[in-house]
């Protein structure tokens, strides 16, 4: 079994920052954003 990295985002109203912020963490292999606008 290989190790697996999941990144968590926790955003509140960061529409302008969201894509840079996912970009930064595809190397891992899952990325899990909660949203709240």
Do not use: G, P
């Not at 968590?8 to 840079?20: G, K, M, P, S, T």
């Not at 930064?24 to 949203?35: E, G, K, L, P, Y």
């Amino acid at each position: 079994m290989s190790d697996k990295l999941a990144a968590v985002i926790l955003a509140y109203n960061e529409e302008n920052h969201i894509q840079d912020c996912v970009r930064s963490v595809t190397w891992t292999d899952r990325v899990v954003m909660f949203a709240d606008t």
